[in-house]
């Protein structure tokens, strides 16, 4: 049994370019270990063989008459909140059900344009709004390191399909910590880069002024290479006008300073058990003999992210989820009978319990009378943060937190308790809110399972951000630290 | 600052969802909870905020010329309504003889 599934992507586009293994062969590889491993994990939606074994094909033509540039014929998992033409979108939703997109998301257009093969769209949860997968209309997606447990979310698909070596990369968004906190949770690098650098064309919106897209994968070098292909200005999203387009991230790596100035806020690590904190010191410890300099500050928002995000993604998801109304597109009650019940009917059958909980509570935080008391207000308190950001990184070139509290919890531990979920976003929204680049490091451990570390970096400072990541993984190579399904076969 | 069922019904008239009986405790339970917590924002001292323009998230848009740059597929982009006519959505009749206008 060959073990491709175990290989970075690095590895596998020099195995592809030196003609040891072709594109289809690998795509016939991760197409079997997802048929036989999937049932059980749940990390795909859709899973499109016949599209992955077309660019499969497409991609070793290249390769035959050297058109063939580094990401040509990696096979990756796409999250199901990229439109895709052609095949099944969803957002993890009974609302699009069967909606085929008749068009690609930029995202998408890179990606195949870089000569990548699509296996499948990612489970998430339902609209991106959730912190486990749990919500996902199509049923939770499990951890590969213990299937008791969450993969986190919402790209929780995604990262359990590369923890398990279902695929060797894939595409995620991260509105409030959705990329970083399951790359946390699965011992993955998750990045999500600064607001406006990846286009939002074609990505299912949840909030639009946090939205972005980016990658899980297993490493620094693998981040780079993907995020690099799918970041630069589009048309299509006028909020990408400041994206930095043709960036080296993977070609830079080796490039980053000696010693590093890194502000850690105790707030964060105050709020971890012993265990967490024991791990978080460990790996600052680490830093410091390798000579960067680790300064603690007070930046004292932990009381105030959590009701900043959740007054502005659900007054933005009320908005956006508005369009949802049977008419064009998505799904249509049988039921209804008038146009007013095809609207409320359609959406009260298809959408699930938490989006509807989240469109109520953005209805409310707009409606007149309450609008300045709590949207204004939250807009507000987001510039005085990005301020507060900005005055950090005057005099340090990172904030580093842990990327969650604690490691993954159980499946449905959190039912009863639908709002101390929220928490488990307590160290990355913050990151959103200020619209800043930030990656997830597998790093540390906690109570068995991975803990990912958090690097923040200033607005469109991915180099740095990579630079120092790769460093840090030439310090503590991860690989070995945990072995999840992937390893057994 | 907490909502009663009746403020429930009216969010979710305002949008567009009928909210099951046996699920409204649930809603009201939940939603009062992430209330208690999003009440702290009124104690945030936001005078810092000098310039009220700053928090709006972007400086300027990038304008283009008012041109029409695609011409949509129609058959395409309608493949995926629930009924359509000709180039229209097909909806059950709008105007109804004459009723009340629902109170929001």
Known sequence: MSDWHKKSVAELSNALHQGDVTSEQLTQHFLSRIEKYDNNLKCFIEVCPEVALSQAAKADEAFKNGSASVLTGIPFAHKDIFCTDGVRTTAGSKMLENFVPPYDATVTQRLFQAGMVMLGKANMDE??????????????????????????????????????????????SDTGGSIRQPASYCHLVGIKPTYGQVSRYGMIAFASSLDQGGVLAQTVQDAALMLEAMVGPDPMDSTTHNATGNPAYSATLEQ??????????????????????????????????????????ELNIAN??????????????????????????????????????????????????????????????????YYEAFYHQATRIRAILRARFAEIFKNYDFVATPTALSSAFKLNALDHDPIAMYFSDLCTVSVNLAN?????????????????????????????????????????????????????? | ???????????????????????????????????????????????ELVDEEKSMLLSTLPLREDVVTMEPDVEKIQRQAPETTKNFYTVPKVIDDFQEESDV
């Open chain 1, 127 to 172: 609209f991106a709004m959730g912190s486990s997968t749990e919500h996902s209309y199509f049923g939770a997606c499990r951890n590969p390191f213990d299937t008791d447990f969450v993969p986190g979310g919402s790209s929780g698909g995604s990262s359990a399909a590369v923890a398990a070596g279902l695929a060797p990369i894939a595409t995620g």
């Open chain 1, 256 to 297: 980053g300073a000696s010693r590093y100035k890194i502000a850690v806020p105790k707030t964060f690590i105050d709020a971890m058990d012993q265990e967490g904190q024991a791990e978080f010191h460990r790996v600052l410890q680490l830093l410091e003999k390798h000579g960067h300099q680790i300064d603690f500050v």
């Open chain 1, 304 to 369: 105030i992210v959590i009701p900043t995000y959740y007054v502005i993604a659900p007054a933005e998801a009320s908005s956006n989820l508005a369009r949802y109304d049977g008419v064009r597109y998505g799904y249509r009650s049988p039921q209804a009978q008038s146009v007013e019940e095809i609207y409320v009917k359609s959406r009260s059958e298809a959408f699930g319990y938490e989006v509807k909980r989240r469109i109520l509570m953005g209805t409310y935080v707009l409606s007149s009378g």
């Open chain 1, 436 to 489: 800043l680049p930030a990656i997830s490091l597998p790093l540390m451990q906690h109570k068995g399972l991975p803990l990912g570390f958090q690097l923040i970096a200033p607005h469109f400072e991915e180099t740095r951000l990579f630079q120092f990541s790769y460093q840090i993984e030439k310090m503590a190579p991860w690989s070995h630290i945990l072995s999840p399904i992937k390893s057994s076969q």
């Open chain 2, 1 to 47: 600052m907490r909502i009663t069922e009746v403020e429930l019904q009216r969010l979710a008239k305002l949008a567009k969802l009928n909210l099951s009986t046996d699920d409204i405790p649930n809603y009201l339970e939940s939603m009062n909870k992430l209330l208690d917590i999003l009440g702290q924002l009124e104690q945030v001292d936001v005078s």
